[in-house]
């Protein structure tokens, strides 16, 4: 008896992910155009968003995808940013470009931090990370050029003269200062929308099978050839460098610094672990939900002083205790839904004559 032909085929794509991705593509150039009719104080407000996504998604790929459980971001976001203010006030670059030079010192400093966080696991991985971050603020912090222990702020000529802001100014009308906040906008915007492609990409190559494979049972990826430590390594180089260009913008849109602000574990890791958590680790939605979640929170909890943190504290615990997966973890569990599908499926069957 002939068997009848088939032919199989694997995808990721879903019809949920094919009309996010239109509507990503149509609130994307809704984002480009926000300057034009959103009010200063609510761009400024969604670039506090963007940034805090980038940094979610990076600390994401660390920890839910890489199973690097990091307490030190904070690092990478104050030597971007004190890298961007030397560039600047030292060498007279141009922010963007300083911005770029941050980023390029944080993925550097990455390579010597891992060599030595790599040698611990688990919580101590976590400890060895935050004492990075100690170190590396306390040295900071004696950099007498630019303000020592108390800090300093970029020249208010530097910034009204950033690449850019003629441009800005004479095509939209914009005040200088005005169009600053309209280019740090349009930075974070691009940043957090490559972050989230740049994730998505790697988790659907051959090498975010391999990352899958490494956090669930590194000694089992190790069996079939996945070399696990150069794998983390890739992926807490390109962490670094994400967070690092994040802080250098960020603090060139503060325009002051100081070490106690650019190395805040509170502002630029704890948040970032909140948001994570309570939007689904593990998962690209996540972050996003969870970033939403947070801005919401602290708009209406931001007043309440150090009971914005206590509360912020028992709605982590609640959600760790009764949606482990968090929001959007548990909002796919029920409904299946996936905007940003990276897991495989075989789809296919007979061939019809």
Known sequence: ??????????ETKTKASTAFATIAALAICAGLAAPMYLPRAMLQDLFFILTMLALAQSWNLLAGYAGLVSVGQQAFVGLGAYVMFAGVVLLKLDPLVAILLGGIAAALLAIPAGIFAFRLQGAYFAIGTWVIAEIVRLLVAQWKM???????????????????????????????????????????????????????????????????????????????????????????????????????????????????????????????????????????????????????LQKLLADFGSIYLMVLGLIGIVVMLFAPQGLWGLFASRTGIQLLPVRRLLRGGPIKN
């Open 1 to 10: 008896m002939d068997r009848q032909p088939t032919i199989w085929r694997v």
């Open 146 to 296: 630019l303000g020592g222990g108390t800090g300093t702020s970029l020249p208010a000529s530097a910034t009204r003269h950033m690449q850019g802001v003629d441009l800005v100014h004479h095509l939209f009308g914009f005040r200088p200062a005005q169009a600053v906040d309209v280019i740090c906008y349009w930075l974070a915007l691009l940043l957090a929308v490559a972050t989230v492609f740049m994730v998505y990409r790697l988790l659907r190559s051959r090498h975010g099978l391999a990352l899958a494979s490494v956090r669930d049972n590194q000694d089992a990826a190790r069996a079939v050839g996945v070399d696990a430590r150069r794998l983390k390594a890739l992926v807490y180089l390109a962490s670094a460098l994400v967070t690092g260009l994040v802080g250098a913008l960020i603090y060139v849109q503060k325009a002051r610094i100081s070490p106690d602000a650019a190395f805040s574990v509170t502002d630029w890791t704890a948040y970032v672990i909140f948001i994570v958590v309570i939007g689904g680790i593990g998962t690209i939605e996540g972050p996003i939900v969870g970033v939403l979640v947070f801005f919401a």
